[in-house]
């Protein structure tokens, strides 16, 4: 099939205006929010009901050309580039909400739908939809199943496959299937948990039941600034030694909130303190009164310079907007930064901000942290400019040694923004050969030509040449990857 | 390989204090807790160490000779019942418990460790593990995983899969690998999410990290009494509508109750009630109080005959274990008894209900309902006198019947105690041909030779005799299975 015959077969379809190919209609589609790596998609579609994606699968999958799913855009690991001249399917078209059951807690969207619209859409009767990325109020539901998307809530509630109950997903051979279900647990193998998180690579989800939630009785927001970050981080482990479960748990660096404070959320920290904490406690009124308390409690006897309650929900939310902004608000003091995402066991936190600094050192890069602190998942964002030759280079090293110590500690190379084409060749920090050809195997049960999102998430296991290109990485940038403990990553617990 | 080889090639590997092959022996082995199945193991070893397991599995897996994992042996279903004259691999002397790390929330534990022992070694430094099967004085955690058990408490806690953060496993192959992450969500695909629920057709778990929990400052426990069903399922909606979650929300009827109170329960259940409701609530003490008084407050608006909150400890403790009893009460007004398992949506209970009093009448079977109303999860326990001809024919078809009323309405087959052999044919009843194609070629990634616990979970797709025999049992049982609605019970949400 040539290229003419792929746009009019396309065509017939979508129609013309849902079927992009010109080359300046493409440009825009040749990332997501993973900059540092970009290509060309062969066209864009745009479908608006699921057998329309069928359809569109189904030719392409008949064909053997290479595709893939987009929702907003806003993934931060590069889970939408067409690294293989994909047909890229847009979901955005797809942004319906379906149906609310209340009384069983049930809503059914669209995989376009935005995760804010959502929560909006339910609000007026007090509900919610728990999961809630910095980027919610762009980021769809579809792209947050893809990337099983965190968020400074799922401290208490869980991450997107928490919130998931079934779906209605085009497989990448076109065929529609049902997995999940609305009420009761996984029956059978869990189909659903192994789609929800695995990037696009097995099919398209066009229709999405998600659990809603109501909206606490009360909450209550708290701040609280230290000298050092090794106060604030025992301040985390007490409180959840406390017994008590905050919604999120937040912490920023010194270097995160001047990016902060010079944009325009000014929330005026202090320029000398080390570390601000932001805990949420919801639920019943008398419950979080009690929380709260205990949390100011548990700040003061870990030296906090200065605590205080939320007065309002003006300043509630500008605390809150000052955190999701963190990551845009690097702008302000760097021309580029990539954001990272590893998770740590949250007692190695000290030791693992050390590490930082000291690559940050090496490295010759200022790193600022952002995190879920009471799930241990670090957000470092290096900062480098990339008209400065080597820079950026330098920089992806020095994200990847961040990720070895995350591994080398217990812990994962992505908290919530997944692996895409970012962080594949770090999953080999992790996963033996072994383990590599197994997801493979898994993944050819839904995607047998792996023409779904190719090349994401699951590194084809012990090419040579790649091994090698990891070791020479390591190598050319040794003095930040100096001095690693040579463990494996997932314990042994019985060994 | 000879019967004789095989059982001097597995006392080789454990010597003979440890391989069990004696027909005497292998008595208390023809089943587990679903006793209408029998079948004889051809042998049951005794591993102590993951290598092992190993080297047996290794062995069997060589020589093409089926085998399956047991625990306690506590199971409903049938899912350690020898049907292939398996080798059977007890992993009751793998009861250790290897490790606790309390700031990081974790433990790890071998198989078979038992489920309460968990929560008495880390009980004096207050913590617990959550998911409490009935069972779990018995039971062990690694038959809790293979099941994805549930129990009262996981209405707020989640069950199993929700618990279990990594595991060593010896696949069916008899290799040994780490799946999950002590630290952080599933990389990768969830391939943990896939073993846990498997019903042992996947391999062997050889140690499991869970998470461990804080017991929570207070507990309230309410006891609710009512003079009709509907009037409680009222309350239970009214109850999760107005925000709270409680940690367990339990609905025993009149059958149920007069059954415990003929066993060594005294509660003195009214005899003429119709449903009492048992409700927990957990957490800080302000938020309990608070919450314990709105329950309260629901049920007086539901018509409660009586309520009250649990004056200590001792009473607390009365009630639970006269709700944890219910199914061994069973035996006191009838001489045999089958625990269904289904799932509907909590909407839907009273109509639910209504249809198995219809189908208790049509079948001339006394049917005893116990469930967690919370999570719309039923226990419908059918009594039935196996010397009586034709009867226990007549409740199993009783049995699947209420399961299709729970697929028809939107619900699931198994809410905790997994599909084993008792449930495989209504598995049916929500998957297509399809379906079970697809959980099969996921199942042959890890067990390609089928050789691992064979002929549970996932039915043969499109076994001519199989579905003509299920044909058969729904012609004869014509007026249990009669006004059925024809649904497929997986929604279809976007179509």
């Known amino acids: 099939m040539t290229h003419d015959e792929l746009i009019m077969a396309l065509e017939n379809i979508l129609g013309q205006q849902r079927v992009l190919h010109r080359e300046h209609q493409l440009l825009a589609y040749e990332c997501d929010g993973y900059v540092a790596q970009k290509a060309r998609p062969r066209a864009v579609v745009f479908p608006e009901t699921t057998d329309e994606v069928a359809s569109i699968v189904k030719l392409l999958h008949e064909h053997k050309i290479p595709f893939l799913p987009r929702g907003a855009g806003t993934g931060l690991s590069g889970g939408a580039t067409a690294l293989n001249g994909e047909v ?28 804010l619209q959502l929560t909006r859409k339910i609000a007026p009767q007090n509900w919610y939809y728990a999961p809630d990325p910095s980027s919610q109020s762009a980021c769809t539901i579809g792209g947050n199943l893809a990337e099983n998307a965190g968020g400074s809530h799922c401290l208490k509630y869980g991450v997107t496959t928490n919130h998931i109950v079934a779906a209605e997903v085009v497989l990448p051979t076109g065929e529609i299937v049902n997995v999940g279900s609305p009420f009761g647990d996984a029956l059978g193998y869990d189909v659903l948990g192994l789609i929800v998180g695995s990037e696009g690579t097995m099919g398209i989800a066009t229709a999405i039941t998600v659990r809603i939630l109501q909206k606490p009785e009360a909450v209550k927001t708290i701040m609280a600034m230290y000298d050092n970050v090794s106060d604030a981080s025992d301040t985390v482990s007490d409180v959840i030694a406390a017994g008590i479960i905050p919604a999120a ?56 310079r200065s605590v205080q309650v939320a007065g309002s929900d003006a300043e509630r939310s500008l605390w809150w907007s000052s955190r999701k902004m963190a990551f845009g608000a690097m702008g302000r003091i760097s021309p580029d930064y990539i954001v990272q995402d590893g998770v740590i066991p949250r007692t190695r936190l000290t030791e693992v901000l050390t590490r930082i600094s000291e690559i940050s050192r090496e490295s010759g890069l200022r790193i600022a942290n952002v995190f879920h602190a009471g799930d241990g998942n670090l957000h470092p964002l290096i900062c480098y400019d990339s008209r400065v030759p080597g820079e950026t280079e330098r920089a992806v090293a020095a994200g990847s040694a961040i990720l070895k110590v995350c591994a080398d500690v217990g812990g994962s190379i992505t908290g919530e923004h997944g692996v895409g084409v970012e962080k594949i060749e770090e999953m080999r920090f992790v996963f033996s050969d072994a383990d590599l050809s197994a997801q493979i195997q898994i993944r050819s049960v839904f995607n047998p030509l ?46």
Chains 1, 2 share one sequence.
């Open 88 to 115: 890229i399917i847009s979901l955005v078209k797809m942004d319906k909400f379906l149906s609310v059951d209340y009384e069983n807690m049930r809503a059914v969207v669209q995989p376009g739908h935005i995760n």
């Open 249 to 304: 748990m937040e912490m920023m660096d010194q270097l995160a909130m001047q990016a902060v404070d010079k944009s325009n959320y000014h929330v005026g920290y202090p320029t000398d303190i080390d570390a601000v904490l932001l805990i949420e406690v919801d639920g019943l009124r008398a419950g979080v009164e009690e929380s709260a308390e205990l949390i100011v409690e548990i700040c003061r006897k870990h030296n906090v």
């Open 450 to 495: 792996d023409l779904c999102n190719s090349g994401k998430l699951i590194p084809k296991p012990g090419r040579c040449a790649e091994v090698r290109q990891a070791k020479r990485i390591i190598e050319q940038h040794a003095e930040i990857f100096d001095g690693f403990q040579e463990q494996t990553m997932i314990a042994s617990p019985g060994k």
